[in-house]
């Protein structure tokens, strides 16, 4: 039963452009969900978070978005640089539990 | 000044054997964990401990077994290794019940089973 679900495997995107990553999920109970970043060879680092009583929360170029009744978020970057290239994962924190949805690959070309 | 270290960040070794991983944190937090990427790149939780007391045990097989001396340090012995264990293992830590309860990870450790 995968509860987080990102249905875009890749993703690529122009330098200076807006970045779109989606996530889907099935249980509609949580405390937050998180989006973490990965590098080839590194640990997951957190990015931005975003709590269920919200709709949305933005640092700096990074916005995320909650549409409950959709059971959809968003993770928003913009402007997209090369450095953000990397496995974006939607994760859902569940009572202390973090449940990871199969990451999406940004590609940010120059 | 690493947050949480694990070693060694590359395993290699035999069916049947028997290996261990490390892991620390010096961010003072209360709660360890384990976690498995496998070949698709799934992340999915194998245990969780506070305070060096199990919390979750994520129907992980029994060759699989936890432990932490203190609540710095949690380690993860494997017995019987089988080729299916080849796998990414991360070890991480967090404040569960602070802010959004964001775990902070180790660099990984990539076991291969030959």
């Known amino acids: 039963d995968q509860q987080v679900k990102q249905n875009s495997p890749s993703l690529s995107v122009q330098e200076g452009r807006i970045s779109i990553l989606n996530c889907d999920y099935t249980n509609s109970m949580f405390d937050y969900f998180l989006w973490y970043k990965k590098y080839p060879a590194e640990g997951p680092t957190f990015l931005i978070s975003?709590?269920?009583?919200?709709d949305k929360n933005e640092d700096g170029r990074f916005t995320v978005f909650l549409n409950k009744s959709a059971k959809h978020l968003s993770l928003h970057i913009v402007p997209s640089q090369p450095g953000d290239s990397a496995v974006y994962f939607c994760t859902k924190n569940q009572g202390g539990k973090l449940i990871f949805g199969q990451g999406t690959e940004l590609s940010v070309k120059p | 000044d690493t947050a949480v270290s694990q070693t060694p960040k590359y395993l290699v070794t035999q069916m049947g054997n028997d290996k261990s991983i490390k892991c620390e944190q010096n961010?003072?937090?209360?709660?360890m964990y384990w976690y498995k990427q496998d070949s698709k790149k799934f992340l999915k939780i194998m245990f969780s401990y506070n305070n060096k007391e199990l919390i979750i045990n994520e129907t992980v097989p029994n060759r699989f077994s936890p432990k932490s001396p203190d609540k710095a340090h949690l380690n993860l012995h494997i017995n019987s290794l089988e080729l299916g264990d080849s796998a990414v293992y991360f070890c991480a830590s967090s404040y569960p019940g602070q802010g959004a309860g964001e775990a902070f990870f180790g660099q990984g450790t990539r076991l291969t089973v030959v």
């Open positions: 961010l003072g937090h209360d709660t």
């Open positions: 975003i709590s269920s009583i919200k």
